[in-house]
């Protein structure tokens, strides 16, 4: 047990939670005993009661009781596990999706079929579930900082500090990120460059994944409750005929299925899409019907092929690319698509 102390703020700790600084200066105290101590008034800053969610400032005297020695970390560590159990299986196959990663950011090609979280009808199996296998020496697991839907590939970002995570979270919500997905898409989009700019809400039917969301026509969304505004710029690639088309999509905004739902609402869904493409219509050509035949319907066709960054640290852009999963790699090859045949980012120009 140890004496009575009084620490100071120091130069670099202010504004940050009382809680978070004490977990900081003793890593084995936890959530419920600070809550204890500052609600008995045994914690107290500058003399006077605190709550744990209470700011400390520069230079403030932080009065900390008699604690419980630290049991070695060898020992903490046996008794509260860093996160869920991870198979060796499901390590090999999370480890080998590292697209690539630094000291502060790890990069995924995430596999079609896996959540990124767990939630509604997720079940247990996710990425966020497989992270104590992402560590790579590093005391915390990663952590998500945007998601992607189960059935969608491609580029996943998580970070390797809170620090990180804060800075690539501003950057998604401002918008200085910048994704393109491919996706098969049932048709020809005309024109073969546009924006789609239809509202969405949700339409019920589940959560998360599960949940479908209802287009609104952009006239109609300030009068339709719980509507928000979604932007996607698209591009076709190349094309087989009128039957299916090779699209770049870029969504300006974030949306919940923002992709699936608008190229939807155009009359061109993405092959494979059961929930927005209509899977019992066979697409006979120019749209409607995200049924192709054979295998190549069996799964959705959408891959988050690359992003673009400031990195939080070094300030450089960043930009990385996945590879097609496999089976978008058959039905390219079935198609007569190549991936170095396409500009890296068609609305280079436009721009």
Known sequence: MSAVQTIRVGGDEGEQRLDRWLKKKFPHLGQITIEKLCRTG??????????????????????????????????????????????????????????????????????????????????????????????????DRPKLVHRLDKDTSGVLLLARTDRVARALSEAFRSRTTRKIYWAAVAGVPHPRMGTIRFGLVKGGGGRG???????????????????????????????????TSWCALVPITGRTHQLRAHMAELGHPIIG???????????????????????????????????????????????????????????WKTLGWHENDVPDDPFADDE
């Open 42 to 139: 045994q914690i107290r800053v500058d003399g006077g009661r605190v709550k744990p969610a209470t700011r400390v400032e520069t230079g403030q005297e932080v009065r900390i009781p008699p604690l419980p020695d630290a049991q070695p970390a060898e020992q903490r560590a046996k008794e509260r596990p860093l996160g869920p159990r991870v198979t060796d299986t499901d390590a090999q196959m999370i480890q080998a999706a590292v697209l690539w990663k630094d000291e502060h950011i790890i990069a995924l090609n995430k596999p079609p079929g896996l959540p990124s979280q767990g939630g509604s009808g997720q079940g247990d199996r996710h990425v966020d579930g497989l992270t104590t296998a992402l560590m790579f020496g590093f005391k």
């Open 209 to 243: 994944d599960n949940e479908k969301m209802i287009a609104v026509h952009p006239r109609d969304i300030d009068a339709t409750e719980g509507a928000k505004r979604a932007t996607t710029d698209y591009a076709v690639l190349d094309a087989l005929g009128t039957r």
């Open 273 to 331: 899409d059961g929930k927005y493409g209509g899977s019992g219509q066979e697409n006979l050509g120019d749209g409607w019907g995200a049924q192709l035949g054979g295998e190549i319907s069996k799964k959705l066709h959408l891959h988050a092929r690359s992003i673009s960054f400031d990195h939080p640290i070094t300030k450089k852009r960043i930009t990385l690319t996945a590879p097609l999963p496999d089976h978008m790699a058959r039905t």
